[in-house]
């Protein structure tokens, strides 16, 4: 019996290095020749579509808007307005997925120009029924408050292999006496016929958990949701809570086990580093990718001075390592923000970032990587 459990020990370890050797020898070889800038505008998202068409979301001005790329996201067709030209909103922050059934659902804050007022901070939606060649009347999904102290912020959204559809936000607005902030979450079961009550999913008393990506871990079957978190050391530190769809004892504390920093050991940031606005997805052969915004080794402390990062993980979205960067020669007084990731195919990654203060033009820019190792 004794010589089994050690057997079976010996396996899960061999396993294990197996696993982790496979992400350390991996890496992303960022072609400096592909970058490139798109359009105009900021918070840029690509998606693959069910066609092996790619789809790109952004917003400009007031406006959020939509692209197709046939080719692999070398070019871009024309913009299509969404929504917005609202005298009394900032539509922005755009995120898009495809809903099992083809639809494509696209969500973006609506955000008060005139604070105070009787407009409230917005989460909303609209769908397309014809890959984005024209979009439904948008809708609300959630109501904010009227100040920017108390607003809801940066939706993301996520279809469970049941079919349900969450979309989660940044949200103040339960803390109208405090600088608090929380990771709410809101679901359809009905293709977003209804819309259930609003769920905390994560809090961390008098810090603010903020911008978060959700992913599906088939695997696991557990949600792992990237998050920014100033209770780690610091200034922003991206987290990953991982949670399971049943929704059981939530919202998760900052004490909680299922919430876990991205980067430990030798990758650890110092506590005065800027490393806000997550993004992760899903990479062959059991890996996961993270980028975040940061300002290690910048000449300032704030997203005014941050450029894009990518770590490597495991298929858990762990142990992040293997720090590379997408877009080079960033200036000093520059940045490359509010930045995603897609997979293009087996072998290759596309970064994609707003630039500010560029000297080749601001607006959104794609780089495509390479997938190396094993």
Not at 222 to 228: D, G, K, N, R, V
Not at 317 to 343: D, M, R, V, Y
Request: hydrophobic share 30%; charged share 25%.
């Amino acid at each position: 019996m004794l010589i089994k459990k050690f057997l079976l020990l010996i396996s899960f370890l061999s396993l294990f290095n197996l696993m982790y050797s496979q992400k350390e020898n991996c890496s992303i070889n960022w072609d400096q020749e592909t970058a490139k800038k798109v359009c105009d505008g900021v918070y840029g998202r690509i998606k693959k579509l069910n066609t092996g068409d790619f789809a790109l979301v952004y917003s400009k001005g007031n406006s959020v808007y939509f692209r197709k790329s046939k080719d692999k996201c070398i070019t871009w067709s024309d913009e299509v307005f969404v929504d917005g030209n609202n005298k009394n909103y900032n539509y922005t922050n755009s995120e898009l997925i495809q809903l099992s059934n083809g639809t494509l659902f696209y969500c973006w804050n609506g955000r008060v120009v005139n604070q105070g007022g009787n407009d409230n901070y917005l989460i909303m939606y609209s769908l397309s029924y014809d890959y984005g060649n024209s979009w439904e009347k948008s809708k609300i999904i959630y109501e904010g408050g009227n100040s920017f102290e108390n607003g809801c912020w940066e939706p993301c959204a996520l279809e469970l292999p049941n079919g349900t559809i969450q979309v989660y936000f940044a949200n103040e607005a339960p803390y109208i006496n405090s600088n608090e902030q929380e990771i709410t979450m809101i679901e359809s079961k009905d293709k977003c016929k209804t819309w259930n009550k609003p769920v905390t999913v994560s809090f961390r008393e008098k810090h603010r958990d903020g911008m978060p990506v959700a992913i599906y871990l088939k695997e696991s079957k557990t949600i792992a949701l990237a998050i920014e978190d100033n209770g780690i050391d610091g200034l922003f530190k991206p987290a990953v809570i991982s949670i399971k769809p049943d929704w059981t004892d939530l919202p998760i504390d900052g004490e909680r086990n299922e919430r876990e920093v991205c980067l430990k050991n030798e990758n650890k940031l110092k506590s005065d580093v800027y490393a806000g606005a997550p993004y992760i997805i899903k990479i062959p052969n059991n890996r996961t990718l993270l980028s975040f915004q940061s300002t290690e080794n910048r000449e300032g402390e704030n997203e005014k001075f941050a450029i894009m990062q990518v770590y490597i993980g495991d298929s858990n979205c762990h142990n992040f390592c293997n720090k590379t960067t997408p877009f080079e020669n960033i200036p000093k007084n520059g940045s490359a923000l509010w930045n995603s990731l897609c997979l293009i195919d087996n072998n290759t990654v596309i970064a994609v970032s707003s630039f500010s203060k560029n000297h080749n033009g601001d607006g959104v820019w794609t780089v495509r990587g390479n997938i190396g190792g094993k």
